[in-house]
């Protein structure tokens, strides 16, 4: 008599199908920095050079790093850029502050306002 493994078949499908939504979720949210520091990531495009935030490498107690969507094509999705520039401070890997350009592509959150923000989760950590 041959066994009929149809619902095993059926079982080892879903279970595949969980575990690439498992990966796939959690891949998408993930940090382009270091786990385990504080660190304000600039998202911008080649086509709006002119609106660069320029004071991001001035800003201390944390690193910065700079991703250019226009570039690398997958980051605007996979970070949820939707209008550049956009500034993200990450801590331990998680998004914690996100300030996004106007209307016109011009960031109006002030160095002041983001060096207070990393300050705010330096003193938390605390």
Do not use: H
Not at 57 to 62: H, K, R, S
Not at 98 to 126: S, W, Y
Request: proline share 2%.
């Amino acid at each position: 008599m041959k066994k009929d493994y149809t619902t095993w078949k059926i079982f080892a499908g879903y279970v595949l199908i969980i575990l690439f939504m498992l990966v796939s979720s959690t891949a998408s949210g993930q940090s382009p920095c270091e786990d385990d520091e504080i660190c304000v990531v600039q998202f911008n495009a080649g086509f709006n050079e002119a609106n660069k935030v320029t004071w991001i490498g001035e800003l201390n107690e944390c690193s910065t790093k700079f991703i250019d969507i226009q570039k690398d094509t997958k980051a605007a999705g996979k970070y949820k850029i939707v209008v550049v520039p956009t500034i993200v401070i990450y801590n331990g890997g998680e998004e914690v502050a996100r300030f996004q350009a106007n209307i016109m592509m011009q960031m109006e959150a002030t160095k002041k306002e983001v060096q207070g923000k990393v300050d705010e989760i330096i003193m938390e950590d605390f």
